[in-house]
C-alpha cells in the first residue's frame, strides 16, 4: 500500500473542506429558501412589465400547471399559461413575493409556500394577498416553477 504523501493529503483535506458547504448548500433547506426567495424577488420585479411571455419563459417550466381558487380547470403548458398570466396582470398590477417556508424534494426539486403582496404600492382597499404552493423544478440552473396551486389569503408566520 502506497503512503500518501502530505502534498497530497492536504490537497484531499482542501478539496474536502471546500466541497462540503457546496453539497451543504445544495441539499440545505435555508439555502433552497435563499435561492427560491431571489428567483421570487426578481419575478416581482418583473411582474410590473406585464409580459407574460417572458415571465412565462424565465419562471415556468415549458410544461408547468397551475390551478386557483375556485378553478376547476387545469391551466397546463405555456399557451394556457400566458392567458392566465395576463388576466391576473389585470387584477395584480405589482407584486412582492415572500417565500413563507421551502423544502428540496431532491437536488434538482424543491416545493414553496409563498405569499405574494399584491397591489402594495396602491390604497389599501386595492391590496390583496394570494398565497400559492410551488413545485419547482431546476432547469439550466435556475429554478422554475412546475406547478402552482394558489388561493386568496396569507399564511400566518
Same mark, same amino acid.
Given at each position: 500500500m502506497k503512503k500518501l504523501s502530505i502534498k497530497r493529503? *492536504?490537497? *484531499?483535506?482542501? !478539496?474536502? %473542506?471546500? @466541497?462540503?458547504?457546496?453539497?451543504?448548500?445544495?441539499?440545505?433547506g435555508a439555502d433552497i429558501r435563499e435561492q427560491i426567495q431571489q428567483r421570487a424577488d426578481a419575478l416581482g420585479a418583473d411582474w410590473?412589465?406585464? +409580459? @407574460?411571455?417572458a #415571465?412565462? *419563459?424565465?419562471? !415556468? %417550466?415549458? +410544461?408547468?400547471t397551475a390551478l386557483g381558487e375556485g378553478g376547476a380547470e387545469l391551466v397546463s403548458g405555456t399557451a394556457a399559461l400566458k392567458k392566465t398570466l395576463q388576466e391576473l $396582470? &389585470?387584477?395584480? %398590477? %405589482?407584486?412582492?413575493l415572500q417565500v413563507r417556508m421551502a423544502k428540496p424534494l431532491g437536488p434538482d426539486a424543491a416545493y414553496a409556500w409563498?405569499?405574494?403582496?399584491?397591489? !402594495? +404600492?396602491? @390604497?389599501? &382597499? @386595492?391590496? $390583496? &394577498?394570494?398565497?400559492?404552493?410551488y413545485v419547482f423544478r431546476r432547469e439550466g440552473g435556475?429554478? &422554475? #416553477?412546475?406547478?402552482d396551486a394558489y388561493s386568496m389569503g396569507d399564511i400566518s408566520k
Amino acid at each position: 500500500m502506497k503512503k500518501l504523501s502530505i502534498k497530497r493529503a *492536504a490537497s *484531499a483535506v482542501a !478539496f474536502a %473542506t471546500l @466541497a462540503m458547504p457546496a453539497c451543504a448548500h445544495a441539499a440545505g433547506g435555508a439555502d433552497i429558501r435563499e435561492q427560491i426567495q431571489q428567483r421570487a424577488d426578481a419575478l416581482g420585479a418583473d411582474w410590473v412589465k406585464h +409580459d @407574460a411571455n417572458a #415571465i412565462a *419563459a424565465n419562471y !415556468f %417550466t415549458r +410544461d408547468a400547471t397551475a390551478l386557483g381558487e375556485g378553478g376547476a380547470e387545469l391551466v397546463s403548458g405555456t399557451a394556457a399559461l400566458k392567458k392566465t398570466l395576463q388576466e391576473l $396582470f &389585470k387584477q395584480a %398590477t %405589482t407584486a412582492r413575493l415572500q417565500v413563507r417556508m421551502a423544502k428540496p424534494l431532491g437536488p434538482d426539486a424543491a416545493y414553496a409556500w409563498v405569499v405574494w403582496d399584491c397591489n !402594495f +404600492d396602491q @390604497a389599501p &382597499k @386595492a391590496q $390583496f &394577498k394570494v398565497r400559492s404552493l410551488y413545485v419547482f423544478r431546476r432547469e439550466g440552473g435556475q429554478w &422554475k #416553477i412546475a406547478a402552482d396551486a394558489y388561493s386568496m389569503g396569507d399564511i400566518s408566520k
